[in-house]
């Protein structure tokens, strides 16, 4: 039986942070389902920071953690976490009226007229494209460093990570959570639920009331066109959010910003999604793909109003939600982890947080009926 203060089930992005700030304090096992920690989700995300995405209170969250990504704590990457890179959000004709509603919820953009697009946009065809907005301050994420710097920074406050260790059971027992594996048998006063797209799975196994996850497919690519990208133009994003690119090398990520419902699974991208979203860029820019170098897809799951779930459960004593992390998991992966820090130590609430005028309340599982 391995003991532990905290047990964290799954090691993407949620799990991995929380558990390098909660082991500086605490003795923490991270258990994970699969093979390589990050296999999902994590592994799968366009990795933008964008301060302009998801509902005010995530907004709050991705604001509170950009400083980590600009000054990350000494030795945890060997590379900068944030590359710049800038969103053009496109309009077409008929949809200027979406311009007008992105304006009023985020006036820090900058309009771009149908002339400063084609300077910014090589190969941007004429009279398709006749509006635009600058998000500058956006930029890439490098997911890999990041997620194997928090990895590393609980590997080294002593924490111990285990992989191939899909949990098969969890009871409550005498003030205990109980976990059992395939292969192990573990026991902890608290554990942490950051399984992504089987949090409800594991509440159920648990005898906790889910939360009504719904994990959404989102489907990408990398195609290779048949002139080079400039590997320093914008992310480009439909206004509609019907599909976006940016460059990767010299060829381009796409994806058709679909949200598709999925159980929870190892989901693989459908050609048919693939062919939508070239069409589409094609009748953007004037490129023509040459092949599919890869395609892949992933789960973001999401709660029903689109905030995550971060704190204890009602029903069972000292089981955590760390859920719904939708796709901004990883731009607010610093807040979260030191959200979730806060709420299972019952610690002072740290300063970047309450600078930003953090409520803790839209995160709370108790907000669902079922919960």
């Known amino acids: 039986m391995i003991e532990a203060d905290i047990i964290v089930i799954g090691a993407g992005i949620a799990g991995a942070s929380s558990a390098a700030v909660l082991s500086e304090t605490k003795s923490v096992v991270i258990l994970d389902m699969e093979a390589r920690a990050g296999y999902h989700t994590t592994g799968r995300s366009a990795a933008l920071f964008t301060e302009n995405y998801g509902t005010p209170a995530i907004k709050i969250l991705t604001r509170a953690s950009r400083d980590f990504f600009e000054n990350p704590p000494k030795g945890f990457c060997e590379f900068p976490l944030l590359t710049p890179r800038g969103i053009i959000h496109m309009a077409r004709a008929d949809?200027?009226?979406?311009?007008?509603?992105?304006?009023?919820?985020?006036?820090?953009?900058?309009?771009?007229s149908e002339s400063e697009l084609h300077a910014r946009i090589p190969h941007l065809k004429s009279g398709r494209i006749v509006a635009g907005l600058l998000e500058a301050d956006a930029a890439d994420i490098d997911v890999n460093a990041l997620h194997t710097g928090y990895l590393r920074q609980a590997k080294n406050n002593g924490a111990e990570l285990h992989l191939n260790q899909a949990v098969t059971s969890l009871a409550y027992k005498?003030?205990?959570?109980?976990?059992?594996?395939?292969?192990?048998?573990?026991?902890?006063?608290?554990?942490?639920?950051?399984?992504?797209?089987?949090?409800?799975?594991?509440?159920?196994?648990?005898?906790?009331?889910?939360?009504?996850i719904r994990p959404l497919k989102r489907t990408a690519a990398v195609v290779q066109y048949d002139k080079p990208i400039d590997r320093d133009m914008c992310f480009?994003?439909?206004?509609?959010?019907?599909?976006?690119?940016?460059?990767?090398?010299?060829?381009?990520?796409?994806?058709?910003?679909?949200?598709?419902?999925s159980a929870?699974?190892?989901?693989?991208?459908?050609?048919?999604?693939?062919?939508?979203?070239?069409?589409?860029?094609?009748?953007?820019?004037d490129l023509e793909p040459v092949k599919?170098?890869?395609?892949?897809?992933?789960?973001?799951?999401?709660?029903?109003?689109?905030d995550f779930v971060v704190g204890f459960?009602?029903?069972?004593?000292?089981?955590?939600?760390?859920?719904?992390?939708g796709g901004y998991g990883i731009q607010?992966?610093?807040?979260?982890?030191?959200?979730?820090?806060?709420?299972?130590?019952?610690?002072?609430?740290?300063?970047?947080?309450?600078?930003?005028?953090?409520?803790?309340?839209?995160?709370?599982?108790?907000?669902?009926?079922?919960g």
Not at 95 to 112: C, G, T, Y
Not at 241 to 258: M, T
Not at 264 to 285: G, K
């Open 313 to 325: 459960a009602e029903d069972v004593p000292g089981f955590f939600w760390l859920a719904g992390q």
């Open 292 to 306: 599919v170098e890869s395609s892949w897809a992933g789960l973001r799951s999401f709660t029903a109003d689109g």
């Open 332 to 370: 607010t992966a610093p807040a979260v982890a030191a959200l979730s820090a806060t709420l299972i130590l019952n610690a002072p609430v740290p300063d970047f947080l309450a600078q930003q005028g953090l409520d803790f309340q839209p995160f709370s599982p108790t907000r669902f009926p079922e």
């Open 95 to 112: 949809q200027l009226e979406s311009v007008k509603n992105f304006l009023a919820i985020h006036p820090d953009v900058v309009e771009l």
């Open 174 to 212: 005498d003030g205990f959570w109980e976990v059992t594996t395939g292969k192990m048998q573990l026991r902890a006063p608290i554990i942490v639920n950051a399984a992504g797209a089987w949090v409800d799975e594991i509440a159920k196994m648990a005898g906790v009331a889910p939360i009504g």
């Open 236 to 261: 480009l994003n439909d206004i509609d959010e019907n599909w976006y690119c940016k460059p990767e090398g010299s060829h381009l990520f796409i994806s058709p910003e679909d949200e598709q419902p």
């Open 264 to 285: 929870p699974c190892d989901a693989w991208a459908d050609d048919m999604d693939i062919a939508a979203v070239i069409e589409a860029i094609t009748e953007v820019l």
